[in-house]
């Protein structure tokens, strides 16, 4: 492993980290914005131009705040929760792919930080531990509010993991590989997308997503009309923050991974037909790749503005009793017409 | 080597601390990070499918539901009940049998075995697939039904029972 290779993951990790935190600043703005749409109404518009500067003055407000820890909670849990919730939330994008190489002199550069041969894998590993940080803020913060929210949490993540498991191995039966980078390179051009192999398995994998993300309709762990604040009530100034800014990074991440996954991450319609360059091909495929994930990013919004919340039993038979079934169903599925087409049509 | 032994010693310090420490809730802690150095092990030895499903599985959703039973328990010392001399006397001898056992498992094992050289590469997923559907069909298949039964069980066992009237 040469130095000019580490310096490359090196810049690379760094660029991915920065538009990661800078999209979910600017989700906030989004989110409030889109709000502001939804009901006729403008928005934050007093910060800067249109409002542009209101995520800075958020960020700024959340640092100078005073930071509170109860007399009755648990001091290093207390500090763990937020800080795991932010770390696993920082971490699911080491394996997405962002672009193809990029050639600069006679250097290419792989628009991906680790294109690990288990990435599906990965994310699911990943997600399974950002369940601790919700769990160990509400159980620290000793407030029976926190910890109800953090074992709806916690029930609620482990629920939807299955579900969106099964719906990953109807995907994986048809792409026949863990690795994320070669699971988009096999989608390029418009009518190898995923989508449209596994449109069930797509429905299902988004709904997990939106449970798995906390976002409305699933937002039972922070329902603030029966337990004040869910997980975070006693939170503070900047721990807030924190469990605030990983939901949005979360919201990006699993846009991102919808949009590798079954809408052909940075591949388009046409991209080897226009006689581009290389160079240009990665360029404008990234760009498509971002406009894609805000799009799901927009659709995470439009959802929440839409629809109101579940009650915690609907919740909980939404993911046992229809997802499941109807996950393992699309697996029958898949494996008859992958058999099928094997068969008569080869 | 030096990195297997760091970790090596990383495993059993943080498996000693899920047994002295005295918080219920830490000592769930400590075995999650146990669970992570032992993912770290099967990294070490190129078995990665092994490594990110200890990851997924143990850390990610056993580990979740102890703790979330912990969480319900609100265990104190007032209401920690005390265990009998008699519990902690056979407790010992269970121990040390299972030492014993092990001691003797790992003295037959040759760790210069020439079937685990010849497929270093058994660990990634694509040859420990095709090896368990063909060669290891029958335990493969024999072990998901009893995991089947222990599930079957497991609801039979939550499901609440109509209540008889007695007298």
Redesign the interface.
Known sequence: MDTAFIIEKLILVVIVFVITLVIAMYSTLAERKIAGFMQDRHGPDRAGLFGILQPLCDGGKFFFKEEIIPAGAHKSLFILGPTLAIITACISSAVIPWGQTLTIGDRSILLQVADVNIGVLYIFGVIALGVYGIMLGGWASNNKFSLMGAIRAASQSISYEIAMGLSIIALLMVTQTLSIGEIVAQQSGFVNWNIWAQPLGFLIFMTCAFAECNRVPFDLPECETELVGGYHTEYSSMKLGLYMFSEYINMFVSSSLMAALYFGGYNFPFMYDLGLSENWITIIGTLVFFLKIFGFIFFFMWIRWTLPRFRYDQLMNLGWKMLIPLAIANIVLTGIITIVKDTYFN | MTIFYFVAFLSIFFALMTIFTKNP?HSV?YL?ITFFTFTVHYILLNA??LA??N??VY???IM??F??VL??LNLNKDTEPMKSNLVKFMGAIAGMCLLATFLGAFKVIETDNGMVQAHENIG??KNLGKVLFSDFLLPFEISSILLLTAMVGAVLLAKKEPRVKHG
Request: glycine residues 4%; hydrophobic residues 90%.
């Open positions: 809730v802690l999650v990665q499918f990110v499903v990851f997924i850390m990610g959703a979740v539901l703790l979330f969480m319900l990634l997923v």
